[in-house]
């Protein structure tokens, strides 16, 4: 119901006396049990739980269940059941990046000779993906739900494709699909409000090498943290792969992940 109250749903009339007994229930990630435990005044299999402790946005917990008792005296086998509190949050500029772009896949090294674009959560909030929109400037896609957690990733490729890109890391189909030019593209990401959250205006001069330029290889940002998206934080997969599409890049300096 909130960061602090969960209800509990029995199967039947439970007794007051035991659905009211707060040693009867605990949630995991320390939250422990309940400050308060009440069987509803009107429906007695329903008990509502208030804690002292918030539950973690975006975060799966799990509460035991035991020794609550029937009307008759029969007690409940032990349970655990999982519930996720979860409110998106507003993303600021750069809160989520456009973290590495496939615009020229022919010929492959070993990657899908598909286009994907990768999407980096580098805050410690937690977003709701559906309705943002990227824009390649002359076409818009909707992104779908997907809950971005912080440090998380999200490869965006045409929806035809998902099944290539999915061994690599979570990813997602767009219906419509902003191809990306080869010789460089000007892309945003925006929130569902319309807030811009990044920009990227890529050239195939950043790859550095001549060769990776002629295709089969990514651009990936170097640091992701960096306040600024520009050439002298992109460069050319080193992966032998030519990308790096749901893991650690081996290119950038400080931590980077794409």
Same mark, same amino acid.
């Given at each position: 119901?909130?960061?602090?109250?969960?209800?509990?749903?029995?199967?039947? =009339?439970?007794?007051k006396? &035991?659905a009211?007994?707060?040693?009867?229930?605990?949630?995991?990630? /320390? @939250?422990g049990?309940?400050?308060s !435990?009440?069987?509803?005044a009107?429906?007695s !299999?329903?008990?509502?739980?208030t804690f !002292?402790?918030?539950f973690p946005?975006?975060?799966?917990?799990?509460?035991?269940i035991? /020794?609550?008792?029937d009307?008759?005296g029969?007690?409940?086998?032990?349970?655990?059941?999982? =519930?996720?509190y =979860?409110?998106p949050?507003?993303?600021?500029?750069r809160?989520?990046?456009?973290?590495?772009? =496939?615009?020229?896949?022919?010929?492959?090294?070993?990657?899908?000779?598909v286009?994907? @674009?990768?999407?980096?959560?580098q805050?410690n909030k937690?977003?709701?993906?559906?309705?943002?929109?990227?824009?390649d400037?002359t076409s818009i896609?909707s992104?779908?739900?997907?809950?971005?957690?912080?440090g998380a990733f999200?490869?965006l490729?045409?929806?035809?494709?998902?099944?290539?890109?999915?061994p690599?890391?979570?990813?997602?189909?767009?219906?419509?699909?902003?191809?990306l030019?080869?010789?460089?593209?000007?892309?945003t990401?925006?929130?569902s409000?319309?807030?811009?959250?990044?920009?990227?205006?890529?050239?195939?001069t950043w790859?550095?090498?001549?060769?990776?330029k002629?295709g089969?290889?990514?651009?990936?940002?170097?640091?992701?943290k960096?306040?600024?998206?520009?050439?002298?934080n992109?460069?050319?997969?080193?992966?032998?792969?030519?990308? &790096?599409?749901?893991?650690?890049?081996?290119?950038?300096? /400080?931590g980077?992940?794409?």
């Amino acid at each position: 119901l909130s960061s602090t109250q969960l209800d509990i749903k029995f199967s039947e =009339f439970v007794s007051k006396v &035991t659905a009211e007994n707060i040693a009867n229930y605990s949630v995991n990630n /320390g @939250i422990g049990t309940p400050s308060s !435990a009440l069987r509803d005044a009107t429906d007695s !299999a329903l008990a509502h739980l208030t804690f !002292a402790t918030p539950f973690p946005n975006g975060v799966t917990d799990t509460i035991i269940i035991g /020794g609550v008792k029937d009307l008759i005296g029969n007690t409940m086998l032990t349970t655990l059941k999982t =519930f996720l509190y =979860f409110v998106p949050q507003t993303a600021a500029f750069r809160d989520v990046v456009i973290n590495e772009v =496939f615009p020229d896949p022919d010929p492959t090294i070993a990657l899908p000779v598909v286009e994907f @674009i990768e999407v980096y959560n580098q805050s410690n909030k937690v977003f709701d993906l559906n309705g943002w929109k990227l824009s390649d400037g002359t076409s818009i896609s909707s992104l779908t739900g997907y809950v971005l957690f912080p440090g998380a990733f999200i490869i965006l490729c045409p929806a035809a494709s998902v099944a290539l890109y999915s061994p690599f890391g979570p990813t997602m189909g767009l219906a419509s699909w902003p191809a990306l030019n080869n010789d460089g593209d000007n892309l945003t990401l925006k929130s569902s409000s319309g807030l811009l959250v990044d920009t990227l205006s890529y050239s195939d001069t950043w790859y550095n090498n001549t060769v990776k330029k002629a295709g089969g290889w990514t651009l990936e940002q170097k640091n992701p943290k960096h306040p600024c998206s520009g050439e002298g934080n992109w460069t050319a997969s080193n992966d032998t792969a030519g990308g &790096t599409p749901g893991k650690t890049s081996q290119t950038g300096t /400080g931590g980077s992940t794409s």
